[in-house]
Each structure stands twice: as structure tokens, then as C-alpha cells.
């Protein structure tokens, strides 16, 4: 288990190094360079004075160089300014981190318990009215475009009705409590979470039904089991084996749906952030941002990976 | 497979009531049995002959989409504009037509050209195994895992300048339209990667694979007439559910201002548009999210029912 863990971080880490440069290569493409605001602010600087600037941020050197020199300070925990915060690039990754922390692990909990309740009450009776009805919500789901929704739902509860805010994040001199905040967080993890629970409710009634066609419950209901007992202790815990590398997989769709969610509703998260730092050609932000969300997903991978293992012990790591 | 029922002498010694069917009609049969899936057609068809008969209606009105007109913005409905104008006063209806038919383009094209490039992958992966397989599939399974939205906006707000291409295709229309398609295709390619390469797996030690081996056919000859004809349904199963998610990809990055970019009217850039409107005029934000929610929810539910028709056992009846 132990060596699985540790192969497994280290080809994480290879993969990390390798998005790493492609993500190097591709922000460089990007309109302009780190210099442009620089030159536009100073109109009185010199065709001489560019070039010697140039050499000075090493801009003048071919992109392997600049990369390996990007690449050795941000080994020693030096990433660079954000130039549209200007701020240090770490100063804007934490708050960032922790909104889209709560955000995703709300929407993360909501997801969860609906899914499941969902997709375990439609594979009870496949084929039934409630079966159609969970079925047509699941496709709903997946059809919605997120900001579509996320722009209805300012529409009906924070412009018609009044209930709730628009967007940001806690009222301003409102003494920013947790429940002012929490209030903020009502529709964005809504939109966020219907967003998701789709995908999810389909796989858990799929995973339930191919469960419930074994032959060991057929075996626990001709011993007497109660349909009760044969659902939650017999068929739940291996109908949800597969579920949970689903939930793992889906990280990186919950993350692109919290970019939307973010930037809909005025959330500083990181989603907004890459947004904001790759419209504002804040190179170093961006950069940070894109891959500290791709390890984030693989570190899900590779706990969906060990939870796999753990739940079903007939699956070896080795 | 479900063609097996076909060679069964059982059900071949029994007199036809018809002549005997293929594959293929079976499946219609079953496809055409399921209400929902035909439903799903049936709307995204009148979805397209709205999107696509854009210039004739709008040379029947005698409407320009691009029109603008200051002195009637937020009209209402009237005989000209159907469904009114917007806040420029160009007319909401036939700017929905037209981007709708740039929206289908988009989602059909980058599911062809996602479908080609995953093909591809997958018979190359499959058929060579060792060492080719396991560096394509850890490719595809990293690419199935990334965070595709944050990936999609660096690749659509790369400076295509910088890679060599000239201003004066940067400035026409069309620039916009492949840089979305190939920035999905990037991205999109793995499902029928992965299922190709499954069928391969199987197909490739079937007897008829393992003949034409011994006689020495070519890997092509093999890959093409062998094995992509057997891996057919799969590869069209996920490039229908494809044009769906390539839809909202491009609706949410034209929203985003990263896609299709104005004046050329998409339905994610209209509600670009319509979100400052929303208390002006929240009818302009309605209309092009119910009709990307509607095609994306057709070709999803068509999508399901060709499953289910291809693969009978996929499904719970």
C-alpha cells in the first residue's frame, strides 16, 4: 500500500513537471508579454532601454532557459508577483483556496446526499414513474448550461424575489459573520451543485441496478432479508465502490463548474482567479493557478485510487 | 455482441415473417421503439432547420442580424422582428437562428474531428500495445482528469499571432471558428479514444483478426477492415453524446468572451450580452439559454436511446 502510494506520487509529480512546462509554453502564447504594461506606462523609455530591460527579466532568452529559471525559483517557494493583484502570487492563492474550498465542499455535500438518494430510489423500480421523472432531472442536469442557470436563479431569488444576494461574498460593514457569508454561498452552491448531481445520480442508479441483479441477492433474499435490508447492507456498500472513483474523476468537472459558479457570482475563488489572471495576462498567476488545480486533481485521482482499494479488498494495488 | 442472434439456427430455421434483417435495421427498430430518444430527434432536427434557415428568413422579413437600429431597442414583438430586438436593435430572433447554426457547426464539427483524432489514438493504442498503449492511454487518463474549463480559457486566449499565423486570417470570421474547434477537439478526443481501444483489445484476438495475421495482411489493411467496422457503434454513441458537452463548452466560452466573438451573434455570446440586461430585459438572457439547455438535452437523450438501441443489455427494461 505504502509503495503504491509513493509510486503513485511520484508519477504525479512527473506528470506535474511535464504540465508544468506545456502550461510554461502555452501562457507564453498568450497576447503580449510581462513588459507590455511596463512600456505602456513609461512612453518616455527608449527602443535601448526596452531591449536593456528586456536582457535584465531575461525576456531576451529562448523559453527552455526562462522556464528552467521560473522553474528553479519556484522550487524554493519563490512564485513570482501577481501582476493584476500585485500582490505575491501566494498572498492571492490562499483566501482564493479557502473560498473555493468552502464552495466546492458545500456543493461537494449536496451533490452527494441528493445523487445518491436519487439514484438509489430510481433503481428500485427501474422503469417506473419516479425512475422517468429522477431520469429526466439527471439529463436536465447534465443539458443545463451552468451560467444559463446561475443567471436565472439571480433572476428569481436575488432580483424578483429579494432573498438572497446577487453575488460577492458578505455584506459590506455587515460585520462578516459566518452566517452573512453562508448566505452568500446559498446560490452559487446551488447552481454548482445541480450542475453536478446529473452525471452522478445516473452512475449511482446504473451501479445500483447491476448490483441488485447479483447473484448474492438473490441469496440474501431467498435467506429472508427484508427489501430494506438487502438495499442498504447487501447492495449499497458494492453499489458504491465504483461511485466513489466517479466522485474522484469528477474533481476536475467540479472545478471548471466552480469557475463559472465563481465568476457568476462575484466569488474571489481560485476558479475567478485563473479567469481573471488569464484575461489580465498575469502570466505568473495564471500559471500558479493551472497547475495547483491540476495537482489538486490528481491528488483526487490517487485517493480515489486508495479508496478503491480499501473498500474493495479483492483489487490489489501491487 | 448482439448480433449473435442473427447466426443463431434456432431463430433462422423459423420462417421469416420478413426478409431478414441486419444489424442495422434491428437497431432502428429499437431506437425508433424508444419515445424519448425520438423525441430527442425529432426537437433537435426543428432545432436545426430554425438555425440553418437563417438566410431565408431572414430575406423573407427583410432582416439583417446585424443590424442595428438605436431608435428600436427593446422593441417588443412586432410582424418584423418576431420575437423583438435587443438592446443594440438588432433583431433577437434571427440573431438566435444565426447562432444557433454557428453553435450546431461548432458542436458537430468538433465531434467529428474529436471522434477522427480519438479513433486514432485508440486503433494505435490497441493494436500496438506495450509500451505505445501505456504512454497514450496515461496521456488520455491525465487529459480525463484535468480541470478542462481553466485549460480551455489559456488555449482560447492564446495569441494565434505567435504561433505564425497571419493578421488577415485573424481578422476573418473564421479564425474564431477552428481556434474553438481545435481547442476542444484538444480535449474532447478521449472518450473514443479509450473505447476504441477497448474494442481493439477485443476484436484483435478474434479468429478473423488472427487469419488475416497468418496471411500476412498489413496493420492497416487489418485495422481498417477489420477492426474499425466492428467498432463502429461505440465511436457513434459518443460522438452524438459529444456534440452536446461540445456545445456547452463553447456556449460557456463564448459567454466567457473567450469563444465566438461579436458581432458574429453566438447563443453563449448573447447571453454574454444579456447578463447586464437581466433587469432590462431578462427575456433576451431566457431565449438562447432554453434553446442551448433544449439542444444539448435532444442530442443527450438521442444519444442515450442510439446506447441502448446498439447495446440492448446497457439498458434496464
Avoid at chain 1, 19 to 31: A, E, K, Q, W
Avoid at chain 1, 101 to 124: D, E, H, P, Q, R
Avoid at chain 1, 156 to 171: D, E, H
Avoid at chain 2, 111 to 140: E, F, N, P, Q
Wanted: glycine share 10%.
Amino acid at each position: 500500500m505504502t509503495r503504491f502510494i509513493i509510486r503513485r506520487l511520484g508519477e504525479a509529480l512527473i506528470v506535474l513537471a511535464v504540465m508544468s512546462f506545456v502550461v510554461y509554453g502555452l501562457i507564453n502564447l498568450m497576447p503580449g508579454d510581462p513588459l507590455d504594461l511596463m512600456i505602456a506606462s513609461n512612453p518616455g523609455w527608449t527602443a535601448a532601454d526596452i531591449t536593456k530591460l528586456r536582457a535584465i527579466y531575461g525576456l531576451d532568452q529562448p523559453m527552455v532557459v526562462r522556464y528552467w529559471h521560473w522553474l528553479t525559483a519556484a522550487l524554493q517557494g519563490d512564485f513570482g508577483y501577481s501582476r493584476v493583484f500585485t500582490l505575491p502570487v501566494t498572498r492571492v492563492m490562499g483566501p482564493a483556496l479557502l473560498q473555493t474550498t468552502k464552495l466546492m465542499g458545500l456543493a461537494f455535500l449536496c451533490t452527494l446526499l441528493v445523487s445518491l438518494g436519487f439514484g438509489i430510489a430510481a433503481s428500485l423500480k427501474p422503469g417506473s414513474r419516479l425512475d422517468r421523472l429522477i431520469n429526466f432531472i439527471a439529463f436536465a442536469g447534465i443539458s443545463l448550461p451552468v451560467f444559463w442557470l446561475a443567471l436565472l436563479l439571480i433572476f428569481v431569488f436575488a432580483v424578483w424575489l429579494g432573498w438572497l444576494p446577487a453575488s460577492g461574498m458578505g455584506t459590506i460593514g455587515g460585520g462578516g459573520g459566518f452566517f452573512d457569508s453562508l448566505k452568500y454561498l446559498v446560490l452559487p452552491v446551488i447552481t454548482l451543485s445541480l450542475s453536478q448531481i446529473g452525471n452522478l445520480t445516473r452512475f449511482t442508479r446504473a451501479s445500483m441496478i447491476e448490483t441488485m441483479r447479483m447473484d448474492y441477492i438473490r441469496t440474501a433474499r431467498a435467506k429472508g432479508a427484508g427489501p430494506a435490508r438487502v438495499v442498504w447492507r447487501h447492495a449499497l456498500r458494492n453499489a458504491l465502490i465504483p461511485v466513489v472513483t466517479v466522485l474522484a474523476l469528477n474533481f476536475g468537472s467540479l472545478f471548471s463548474g466552480a469557475l463559472i459558479t465563481e465568476t457568476m457570482f462575484g466569488q474571489r475563488g481560485m476558479g475567478k482567479m485563473i479567469y481573471d489572471a488569464v484575461l489580465g495576462n498575469d502570466f505568473n498567476l495564471a500559471l500558479i493557478g493551472l497547475l495547483f488545480a491540476s495537482l489538486l486533481t490528481l491528488v483526487a485521482t490517487i485517493l480515489a485510487d486508495i479508496a478503491y482499494a480499501v473498500l474493495d479488498p479483492r483489487i490489489s494495488l501491487s | 455482441m448482439t448480433d449473435l442472434a442473427i447466426h443463431d439456427p434456432v431463430a433462422a430455421s423459423e420462417p421469416l415473417p420478413q426478409a431478414a434483417r441486419s444489424v442495422w435495421s434491428l437497431r432502428w427498430r429499437r431506437l425508433r421503439a424508444n419515445r424519448v430518444a425520438m423525441g430527442g430527434l425529432v426537437l433537435l432536427i426543428i432545432l436545426m432547420i430554425f438555425s440553418f434557415s437563417a438566410p431565408l428568413v431572414g430575406w423573407a422579413l427583410g432582416v439583417d442580424p446585424n443590424h442595428t437600429d438605436l431608435l428600436a431597442r427593446f422593441d417588443g414583438a412586432s410582424a418584423e422582428h418576431w420575437l423583438g430586438t435587443d438592446d443594440a436593435g438588432r433583431d433577437v430572433m434571427l440573431r438566435l437562428m444565426v447562432g444557433g447554426r454557428i453553435s450546431l457547426l461548432v458542436g458537430f464539427t468538433g465531434a467529428l474531428s474529436s471522434a477522427l483524432v480519438g479513433t486514432v489514438i485508440g486503433l494505435v493504442a490497441g493494436y500496438y500495445r506495450g509500451r505505445i498503449d501505456s504512454v497514450l492511454m496515461r496521456v488520455t487518463d491525465g487529459v480525463i482528469a484535468l480541470p478542462l474549463l481553466p485549460l480551455l480559457i489559456v488555449f482560447a486566449a492564446i495569441d494565434l499571432k505567435k504561433l505564425g499565423f497571419s493578421d488577415a486570417f485573424m481578422r476573418s470570421g473564421d479564425a474564431n471558428f477552428y481556434r474553438i474547434v481545435v481547442i476542444i477537439t484538444l480535449v474532447q478526443w478521449t472518450t473514443v479514444a479509450r473505447l476504441v481501444r477497448a474494442a481493439t483489445l477485443s476484436l484483435l484476438s478474434r479468429e478473423y483478426v488472427l487469419a488475416a495475421q497468418a496471411q500476412g495482411a498489413s496493420a492497416r489493411h487489418i485495422l481498417l477492415t477489420h477492426i474499425l467496422p466492428n467498432a463502429v457503434s461505440p465511436i457513434i454513441v459518443a460522438t452524438t453524446l459529444a456534440v452536446g458537452q461540445i456545445i456547452l463548452f463553447e456556449s460557456v466560452l463564448s459567454f466567457l468572451g473567450l469563444g465566438i466573438l461579436p458581432p458574429t451573434p453566438s447563443w453563449g455570446n448573447m447571453l454574454n450580452n444579456a447578463q447586464e440586461l437581466v433587469t432590462a430585459a431578462p427575456v433576451l438572457a431566457f431565449y438562447p439559454g432554453a434553446l442551448i439547455f433544449a439542444t444539448v438535452i435532444a442530442v443527450n437523450f438521442f444519444g442515450d436511446g442510439l446506447q441502448n438501441a446498439f447495446d440492448p443489455r446497457s439498458g434496464t427494461e
